[in-house]
C-alpha cells in the first residue's frame, strides 16, 4: 500500500487494492463465515452502545462486513440492523446467520425511512469514497432520530502523521481531482470531518 500526502486538503491517500465490491467480498471470505459473524457476542461496539442506548433501541450498522457487531448488538438486546454494499458477502451472511436483519444496500442510498434508528454503527466506511463523505453524511442524519446517537471511526490524520507530513515522510500527491487506479482509502483530519458533521 504506497501513501502519498495531498498537502491541499491535508489528508493521506492510501493506494492499493480498490476498495470495490469484488474487494470487499474477497477481503471477508472465511471456510467457516459463521464462526467469524459469532465470534464476539459482546464487542467493544455492543458494549460502547449500551454506554448511550436502552435495549431495544434500533441500531444500524452502514457498511457492515462480516456483521459480527450486528449479532453482538442483537445478542446484547439491541434491534440491528447492517447493510454491506458487497453481494456475495451479503449472500453468506443470509445462509450463515439467517436470524441477523443484514440487506444490501449502498450507504450513500439507504434503504430506510427518515428517523428510523436510536444509533449508526459506522466504523471504517466513509475514507473509502474518492469523491468524499457527504452523500453519506446526509443519509447518516437522515435515518438517525433526532436524538440518535452516531458512532462513527476513520483513519485519522494523527499527531505522529501530521508529524511525518511536515517533515517530508510522505511522497505529495500532484494528480490534482483524478481518481487514481488503486484507491483505497484517506486518512482525515479529524477536525474538519468533525465540523463538517456538524453542520448537519
Known amino acids: 500500500m504506497k501513501r502519498f500526502y495531498d498537502a491541499d486538503h491535508q489528508r493521506l491517500i492510501y493506494i492499493g487494492h480498490a476498495a470495490t465490491e469484488e474487494f470487499r467480498d474477497s477481503h471477508w471470505k472465511t471456510d467457516d463465515f459463521r464462526r467469524a459473524v ?69 450507504v450513500r442510498s439507504l434503504p430506510f425511512e427518515n428517523q428510523s434508528f436510536d444509533g449508526y454503527w459506522s466504523l471504517g466506511v466513509i475514507e473509502h469514497f474518492w469523491g468524499g463523505y457527504q452523500q453519506i453524511a446526509e443519509e447518516m442524519h437522515r435515518v438517525l432520530r433526532k436524538e440518535g446517537f452516531l458512532f462513527l471511526t476513520f483513519p485519522a490524520m494523527t499527531d505522529i502523521r501530521v508529524w511525518k507530513a511536515k517533515r517530508g515522510k510522505y511522497s505529495i500527491w500532484q494528480d490534482g481531482a483524478r481518481e487514481p487506479d488503486g484507491f483505497y482509502q484517506f486518512a482525515l483530519s479529524s477536525e474538519e470531518t468533525i465540523e463538517n458533521f456538524s453542520k448537519l
Open 38 to 106: 459469532t465470534a464476539t457476542p459482546n464487542s467493544w461496539v455492543a458494549k460502547t452502545t449500551r454506554r448511550f442506548l436502552s435495549k431495544g433501541s434500533r441500531v444500524l450498522e452502514g457498511g457492515c462486513g462480516p456483521a459480527n457487531h450486528v449479532y453482538a448488538l442483537q445478542n446484547q438486546g439491541f434491534e440491528a440492523v447492517g447493510v454491506d454494499f458487497a453481494p456475495k458477502t451479503v449472500s453468506l451472511l443470509k445462509d450463515a446467520a439467517p436470524e441477523l436483519d443484514i440487506r444490501l444496500g449502498d
